[in-house]
Structures are given as structure tokens and as C-alpha cells.
């Protein structure tokens, strides 16, 4: 009988200990996913458009030349809406992610900065499409 006793006891102190310990060796949380583009491909009456996950227009500006840089800023970026990207988001296939001057980041196709204009107002508008001003609708095949 004693030794049953001290059995159980040795036993009941080693699955103490064991679940005391165990949630030190849990599994690490999974690695962050990667964030696609919130883009798709919309028509529109100027034909197909890459558009924001709400169906909103795209547009390129021809001053964001250098590949790497958004030089909308400031007043700019409050009528040209920078398509804003997740700190996990990360560069697929035509897409990559520009950190902007204030360090927010934004996604570009192509390496041309992507943004929507204050100017339309539901899926489907290309009110912001303005050559003379440099602004253009962002296509898959530009």
C-alpha cells in the first residue's frame, strides 16, 4: 500500500511539473501572412481599369519617375488618395510597396505609385484622368 502511495504521489508530481513547463514549450505563433494587393480590374466607360478592393479607379502621376518614391505629398495626397499598404504587405509579381516620405507605405504597379482620386465618387468613375496635369488611369497593360 505504501508503495501505491508513493507511486501516485511521484506520479502527480511529475504531471504537475510536466504541465507547469509545458506552456514554455508551446508552438511559436505563426509568421505574419503576406498581404496582397487590394487590387482587381474594373470596367469602366474608358474601358478596364485597375481598381481598389471598394471598385474605386486607380491613377498613375507621371512625376513618380523614379521608381521608388511618391512625390504627391502633402496637399497633393489629399485629392490623390495614396492606395495605403499593410506593414506585412510585400512586393507580387507587377506590385511592389513604396515607403512614402512620412513613412507610411503604399503599393505601386510597375513601380508607379497607385492612388484614387477625391474626384470620383463611386465604382466606375475616371473623373480623375487629366493628362495635362500629368494624372493617369492605371490599365494592366501599363
Known sequence: MFRSVI?????LLFATEAFA?????????????DVPPPVTLAKTKK??????????TLYYFDRDASGN???CDGK???????????????????FTVIVRSD?????????????TSGDD?????TNGF???NLWHIARPAN
Open 69 to 71: 518614391k511618391s512625390n
Open 130 to 132: 487629366d493628362p495635362q
Open 47 to 56: 474601358g478596364e481599369v485597375l481598381a481598389d478592393s471598394r471598385g474605386m
Open 7 to 11: 507511486a501516485a504521489a511521484a506520479l
Open 76 to 94: 497633393c495626397a489629399e485629392k490623390w488618395i495614396p492606395l495605403p499598404a499593410d506593414r506585412n504587405a510585400q512586393a507580387a509579381g507587377d
Open 103 to 115: 513613412g507610411s507605405r503604399m503599393w505601386a504597379y510597375r513601380y508607379r505609385p497607385l492612388y
Open 121 to 125: 465618387k463611386t465604382p466606375g468613375d
Open 21 to 33: 513547463h509545458g506552456s514554455e514549450a508551446a508552438a511559436p505563433p505563426p509568421p505574419p501572412k
